[in-house]
């Protein structure tokens, strides 16, 4: 093959669909293209021609139009055009000029069609539906590699205690106990020929009244399997699985014994290690030590992204730390200031309670309180209470709530009749801006203390929600504050950040859109769930929901929102910089611009449809 077709085929290897071909199609694919250089502001397809071929912008960039001459899109290297010709037979229906030299890769329709019918993933890639293209997107962005298929064994394993066969029972028990280890390699002339462990001394030990004089040979596992340093995190995974053992000896390649690895050393290694970080802070002692704890946080949320974790099981991941931080600190609390003297409920709203988290973010929260709750004897121990806790929250980065949602404002630490009032007077005489102000104790979860205080109040939110009409409406309305940052020219429409970037804000235009409309949904048929995504899905199981084939494109929409914005905070901290929400369209690639403009699109349709059926266009 000529040089230059072998730089075309590597080309085509980096291209989005193709990066999963085969090198052999690859070549072909390079062999049958046709170069084209076209000069700046030249016309390359006219609305009304035919067209017979799909091309690859190699270098420059074009720009299309409508008919009315109105932008529709500009495009760049590694982006197709004429495709959409190419699939309704011919006929072009954009105006495609260069805004400057540019190099094509022209691939023949014929061929373009083959690939489509022999290829799934190419086939929804070029879809001109976006629900399919948006999920082909994330397939190209999440790919099928795991941390678990990337980390070597050698990466894991830590030193084993060894212990010679001929050893006693007694006394390797007395060198296990002295290393405060409950697993042993057993060798023979330094060459491993069994492993023993806890479990063995008291099932093969205790349990027959062995002697205890008797070698530790007669207790071990004998020749237990190994794999080398090398192998996949993933091959150990397996195994473990298949012969429901929890420990691992690793060997070198001449099988010298390297040392272990342990079901919990998996756990460690994984991103998800947020788990593991849960129970460092359950065995917190002070708030110094859940404050040190709070800053591995960042390098959890960094280590999910570069595993290319669904950004719904990062935000559960995170928030479960968030909210075992809270719980931890509340019962910090009771040691010091006593048990309390009326139950109550210590709830958290937003973000928190959806278990949506990401980077660190304010704290919002509350306190329901029994209705025996008396002020002139129990106000100044809740008092304590809330501002040990937000103080603490604080301190490990959940700064305090810029409106004042927490516990230390009287407002929201009341009784469960009060709460009842609030959200009484919220439902049955709704104003837009108190709704607005309000919709976020339409997201309350229990973290700690009496869950019937907030149980028994829920269920009478919803069935006042289920039937409050009016209420429904401004709820609809308000959801329709943010809408996705799309022009009318299908551009991105930008905002300065705080140091006067244009960029995308990735919340409030990005995932909160999604995040309203569900919760209006939600709130409109009575369901009790509050992450976002399983709203969505309850909402498609509703009787008179949206359809399920709405509610899958907007929960692709959803996720590639949230990886994007996962992404963006990710580089930040690996830059040592605070994470934010403004993502700059410079730091994403063509073909992320392209994927996220879909999802905008879905999200906008979906809005629309909930504008027509609450006629919000009455309350605006």
Same mark, same amino acid.
């Given at each position: 093959?000529?040089?230059?077709?072998?730089?075309?085929?590597?080309?085509?290897? *980096?291209?989005?669909?193709?990066?999963?071909?085969?090198?052999? *199609?690859?070549?072909?694919?390079?062999?049958?293209?046709?170069?084209?250089?076209?000069?700046?502001?030249?016309?390359?397809?006219?609305?009304?021609?035919?067209?017979?071929?799909?091309?690859?912008?190699?270098?420059?960039?074009?720009?299309?139009?409508?008919?009315?001459?109105?932008?529709?899109?500009? /495009?760049?290297?590694?982006?197709?055009?004429?495709?959409?010709?190419?699939?309704?037979?011919?006929?072009?229906?954009?105006?495609?000029?260069?805004?400057?030299?540019?190099?094509?890769?022209?691939?023949?329709?014929?061929?373009?069609?083959?690939?489509?019918?022999?290829?799934?993933?190419?086939?929804?890639?070029?879809?001109?539906?976006?629900?399919?293209?948006?999920?082909?997107?994330?397939?190209?962005?999440?790919?099928?590699?795991?941390?678990?298929?990337?980390?070597?064994?050698?990466?894991?394993?830590?030193?084993?205690?060894?212990?010679?066969?001929?050893?006693?029972?007694?006394?390797?028990?007395?060198?296990?106990?002295?290393?405060?280890?409950?697993?042993?390699?057993?060798?023979?002339?330094?060459?491993?020929?069994?492993?023993?462990?806890?479990?063995?001394?008291?099932?093969?030990?205790?349990?027959?009244?062995?002697?205890?004089?008797?070698?530790?040979?007669?207790?071990?596992?004998?020749?237990?399997?190994?794999?080398?340093?090398?192998?996949?995190?993933?091959?150990?995974?397996?195994?473990?699985?298949?012969?429901?053992?929890?420990?691992?000896?690793?060997?070198?390649?001449?099988?010298?014994?390297?040392?272990?690895?342990?079901?919990?050393?998996?756990?460690?290694?994984?991103?998800?290690?947020?788990? /593991?970080?849960?129970?460092?802070? /359950?065995?917190?002692?002070?708030?110094?030590?859940?404050?040190?704890?709070?800053?591995?946080?960042?390098?959890?949320?960094?280590?999910?992204?570069?595993?290319?974790?669904?950004?719904?099981?990062?935000?559960?991941?995170?928030?479960?730390?968030?909210?075992?931080?809270?719980?931890?600190?509340?019962?910090?609390?009771?040691?010091?200031?006593?048990?309390?003297?009326?139950? /109550?409920?210590?709830?958290?709203?937003?973000?928190?309670?959806?278990?949506?988290?990401?980077?660190?973010?304010?704290?919002?929260?509350?306190?329901?309180?029994?209705?025996?709750?008396?002020?002139?004897?129990?106000?100044?121990?809740?008092?304590?209470?809330?501002?040990?806790?937000?103080?603490?929250?604080?301190?490990?980065?959940?700064?305090?709530?810029?409106?004042?949602?927490?516990?230390?404002?009287?407002?929201?630490?009341?009784?469960?009749?009060?709460?009842?009032?609030?959200?009484?007077?919220?439902?049955?005489?709704?104003?837009?801006?108190?709704?607005?102000?309000?919709?976020?104790?339409?997201?309350?979860?229990?973290?700690?203390?009496?869950?019937?205080?907030? @149980?028994?109040?829920?269920?009478?939110?919803?069935?006042?929600?289920?039937?409050?009409?009016?209420?429904?409406?401004?709820?609809?309305?308000?959801?329709?504050?943010?809408?996705?940052?799309?022009?009318?020219?299908?551009?991105?429409?930008?905002?300065?950040?705080?140091?006067?970037? *244009?960029?995308?804000?990735?919340?409030?235009?990005?995932?909160?859109?999604?995040?309203?409309?569900?919760?209006?949904?939600?709130?409109?048929?009575?369901?009790?769930?509050?992450?976002?995504?399983?709203?969505?899905?309850?909402?498609?199981?509703?009787?008179?929901?949206?359809?399920?084939?709405?509610?899958?494109?907007?929960?692709?929409?959803?996720?590639?929102?949230?990886?994007?914005?996962?992404?963006?905070?990710?580089?930040?901290?690996?830059?040592? *910089?605070?994470? @934010?929400?403004?993502?700059?369209?410079?730091?994403?690639?063509?073909?992320?611009?392209?994927?996220?403009?879909?999802?905008?699109?879905?999200?906008?349709?979906?809005?629309?449809?909930?504008?027509?059926?609450?006629?919000?266009?009455?309350?605006?």
């Amino acid at each position: 093959m000529e040089v230059e077709k072998l730089a075309i085929s590597d080309f085509l290897a *980096k291209c989005s669909p193709l990066k999963h071909l085969a090198r052999a *199609k690859l070549d072909e694919l390079a062999m049958a293209l046709e170069i084209q250089n076209v000069h700046h502001d030249s016309q390359i397809l006219t609305i009304g021609e035919q067209n017979d071929k799909v091309m690859l912008i190699r270098s420059g960039a074009i720009e299309a139009t409508d008919a009315k001459g109105e932008l529709y899109g500009r /495009y760049e290297e590694g982006e197709w055009v004429g495709y959409r010709s190419v699939l309704r037979k011919g006929e072009v229906s954009l105006n495609v000029k260069t805004l400057e030299d540019s190099l094509f890769y022209c691939l023949p329709g014929e061929l373009f069609i083959e690939l489509l019918e022999s290829d799934e993933r190419i086939s929804s890639f070029f879809s001109e539906k976006k629900p399919e293209r948006l999920r082909s997107a994330m397939q190209e962005i999440k790919g099928d590699d795991y941390s678990l298929l990337t980390i070597r064994l050698q990466d894991l394993v830590r030193p084993a205690l060894q212990i010679p066969r001929d050893t006693s029972i007694q006394e390797a028990a007395v060198k296990m106990t002295n290393a405060a280890s409950g697993t042993a390699l057993i060798t023979d002339s330094g060459k491993l020929c069994g492993i023993v462990t806890d479990q063995d001394f008291r099932r093969r030990v205790i349990a027959t009244q062995m002697d205890v004089a008797t070698a530790v040979e007669q207790i071990m596992t004998k020749d237990p399997r190994t794999l080398s340093g090398s192998a996949p995190a993933s091959e150990a995974v397996l195994l473990m699985a298949q012969r429901n053992f929890r420990h691992l000896p690793i060997v070198d390649a001449n099988d010298e014994v390297r040392g272990i690895v342990s079901t919990t050393d998996l756990l460690r290694s994984q991103s998800h290690n947020a788990v /593991y970080l849960v129970s460092d802070i /359950y065995d917190a002692t002070s708030v110094e030590a859940l404050q040190q704890l709070s800053t591995h946080l960042p390098k959890a949320l960094v280590n999910m992204v570069r595993s290319s974790l669904p950004a719904y099981d990062i935000a559960h991941a995170i928030s479960s730390l968030g909210q075992a931080i809270t719980r931890r600190l509340i019962k910090l609390a009771e040691d010091q200031f006593g048990q309390p003297p009326v139950p /109550y409920a210590f709830v958290v709203a937003g973000s928190m309670a959806r278990r949506e988290q990401t980077a660190h973010s304010d704290q919002d929260n509350g306190m329901i309180l029994s209705d025996d709750y008396d002020p002139a004897l129990h106000e100044e121990y809740f008092i304590n209470i809330a501002k040990f806790v937000c103080d603490g929250l604080d301190a490990c980065g959940y700064i305090y709530c810029p409106g004042n949602i927490m516990a230390t404002n009287p407002k929201w630490r009341q009784p469960v009749s009060v709460w009842r009032s609030y959200f009484m007077e919220w439902i049955e005489r709704p104003e837009p801006k108190a709704l607005l102000y309000s919709s976020i104790f339409f997201d309350l979860r229990n973290l700690y203390g009496d869950d019937s205080l907030l @149980d028994n109040l829920r269920a009478e939110i919803l069935e006042k929600t289920q039937k409050g009409s009016l209420f429904q409406a401004f709820m609809a309305a308000n959801a329709l504050s943010y809408k996705p940052p799309l022009g009318i020219f299908k551009g991105f429409v930008l905002e300065k950040n705080g140091d006067n970037v *244009k960029t995308l804000d990735m919340k409030k235009r990005g995932v909160v859109p999604v995040i309203d409309l569900a919760r209006v949904y939600s709130l409109a048929n009575g369901l009790p769930e509050l992450n976002t995504c399983e709203r969505l899905q309850a909402i498609a199981d509703a009787p008179g929901g949206i359809s399920d084939e709405r509610i899958a494109d907007l929960k692709d929409a959803f996720e590639f929102i949230s990886t994007t914005r996962l992404e963006h905070q990710a580089l930040q901290i690996e830059a040592g *910089k605070s994470p @934010d929400n403004y993502v700059p369209p410079e730091q994403l690639s063509a073909l992320e611009r392209r994927h996220l403009k879909d999802a905008f699109e879905v999200v906008s349709s979906v809005q629309n449809t909930m504008s027509h059926n609450y006629q919000t266009d009455r309350f605006r």
